[in-house]
């Protein structure tokens, strides 16, 4: 078949994937049980691969924190020497289908969210959000309380919220969006609808778990208004774990940020990532006397909410937190639009009251963006090179990634023509 | 002999400029109470000939 009818129906069925997958939250399980893949010595962390000497301080902080929780290490300097002695490996998490937030490190023996699509047979995973406290793993921070937090995660919090999720029968992560649609979330940075709605879904079955503990357990899910956010990222690579095994499609199935570069993937070539230098995210700062100089470029996998056509894409979702970076709901609807203009398909849960009732944007064709020279915008949380977040905001995908991939995409499926 | 009314009436009638390009140049002839339409047409790839080659192979 020519080629261009194959990355025409390669796109099409990639298209089909992202739009009609309904990917389940089945279960929470260790990462070194859930993760092909995964082994005790390895951390996944977030974004494209990086240098052991580029690792930024917060995510070495993180990784060293989950080494020292995982017994890789009596102490966090133990931990940092076994990671350039190629003891302890540090990998990227997209790789193996998980979505690793900010600085998280994600360990062996922590309690992953399991998301499973029976659709197209793709299972995706993720670390459980830690809450809205700004010391945490999350943001490059370890101590001995977070230790203790850590611990209850692995011990108490994730089982307890395993047996519920097993009683519910699994919990249709597309539902909970479709029922919060026009409720004010884009679903990456805000999520307060979603959150709660899905918080419902699992207290029906919390009175009745067998975990003695299920009084914290219960009270950890409460404080937490983003807890949407990781069994998000978990469903979605679910569904980019199919599209990924569909040759010659031009759709961008992956993408997050190491603080240094900024990485795509694209479906065509499955795990290989276009890098360019991570662009800054802008927005509100969390404390006043932060400024650029202070903010580490982008880090973190929660973007893989933007590659399934939430977040930034459908920013006109969610006015309120477009204001927070210092948007109006024009830019919101051109940001949306913009990501419109790229994409192959529309979800159809989430269609915007405000926005003529049309559904928010999937499946960005890489082509597109090239060839229009239009970028999509991403949404995001920013952290500090120190450790810790410094906001949130926005910011513009980098086109350079996006040539990248064009002459990786055209090498594998036509390399006599490159 | 050539009909040359119709070029005749089109000289006569109102000008209009199409403007494909740099929007100043529609916004100058509109200062100087012309009617412009814009026309937000940009080249393939931003004109980068790695990327239109590329897109080409690629069915874009």
């Known amino acids: ?36 893949g995964m082994t005790a010595n390895k951390i996944l962390v977030a974004g494209p691969p990086i240098k052991i000497e580029d690792v930024t301080i917060p995510v070495r902080n993180a990784v060293c924190g989950a080494a020292v929780h995982d017994g890789l290490a009596a102490t966090t300097e133990e931990a940092w020497k076994k990671v350039e002695a190629g003891e302890i490996i540090i990998d990227s998490a997209q790789n193996y289908n998980c979505g690793c937030s900010a ?14 699509d029976k659709q197209y047979g793709g299972v995706g995973y993720a670390p459980i959000h830690p809450g809205n406290s700004p010391k945490v793993l999350r943001w490059g ?32 992560v597309v539902n909970v969006l479709a029922r919060t649609a026009g409720m004010g979330d884009e679903n990456h940075n805000r999520l307060f609808a979603s959150s709660m709605f899905l918080d419902l879904q699992l207290m029906e079955y919390l009175p009745d778990i067998k975990n003695p503990k299920k009084d914290e357990v219960i009270k950890e899910l409460a404080i937490n208004d983003r807890f949407m956010l990781h069994v998000l990222m978990a469903a979605v690579e679910a569904i980019t774990a199919a599209a990924k095994k569909v040759p010659y499609s031009t759709v961008m199935v992956g993408m997050g940020g190491n603080g240094v570069e900024f990485g795509i993937q694209v479906a065509a070539t499955g795990n290989k990532w276009y890098t360019a230098e991570a662009p800054l995210i802008l927005g509100s700062l969390l404390n006043p006397t932060y400024t650029v100089d202070d903010m580490l470029p982008y880090l973190g996998d929660s973007c893989v909410t933007e590659v399934y056509g939430l977040g ?36 159809s849960f989430n269609q915007v009251p405000w926005d003529d009732f049309k559904g928010s944007p999937a499946a ?10 239009t970028l999509p915008i991403s949404h995001g949380g920013s952290g500090l090179k120190k450790g810790g977040q410094a906001g949130a905001g926005s ?24 | 002999m050539a009909n040359t009314s119709k070029i005749q009436d089109l000289f006569n009638s109102e000008l209009i400029v199409l403007n494909v390009g ?30 239109q080659k590329l897109l080409g192979i690629l069915g874009y």
């Not at chain 1, 600085?103 to 969210?113: F, L």
């Not at chain 1, 960005?364 to 020279?373: F, P, Q, S, T």
Request: proline fraction near 5%.
């Open chain 1, 312 to 347: 930034g894409m459908a920013a006109v979702s969610a006015p309120a937190y477009v204001r927070m970076t210092g948007g109006t709901l024009e830019d919101a609807k051109e940001r949306t639009d913009r990501a419109r203009t790229v994409s192959l398909g529309e979800h």
């Open chain 1, 141 to 172: 921070y370890y101590d001995d309380e977070i230790e203790a937090h850590l611990q209850f995660f692995r011990d108490t919090y994730g089982p307890a919220l395993n047996e519920a999720v097993q009683l519910a029968g699994g919990i249709d």
């Open chain 1, 364 to 373: 960005i064709d890489v082509r597109k963006v090239v060839a229009l020279n």
């Open chain 2, 22 to 51: 740099p929007k100043s140049f529609s916004t100058a002839l509109e200062d100087q109470g012309y009617k412009t339409v814009q026309v937000n047409w940009k080249p393939i790839a931003g004109g980068d000939a790695e990327m």
């Open chain 1, 1 to 36: 078949m020519d080629i261009k009818l194959q990355i025409e129906e390669a796109n099409k069925k990639v298209t089909e994937i992202f739009t009609k997958a309904r990917p389940i939250w089945t279960k929470i399980e260790p990462a070194i049980d859930a993760i092909p």
């Open chain 1, 395 to 418: 910011c513009e995908l980098p086109l350079d990634c996006f040539k990248e991939a064009l002459r990786g995409v055209a090498a594998e499926v036509a390399p006599q023509e490159v």
């Open chain 1, 103 to 116: 600085t998280m490190a994600t360990s062996a023996s922590m309690p992953v969210i399991v998301c499973e």
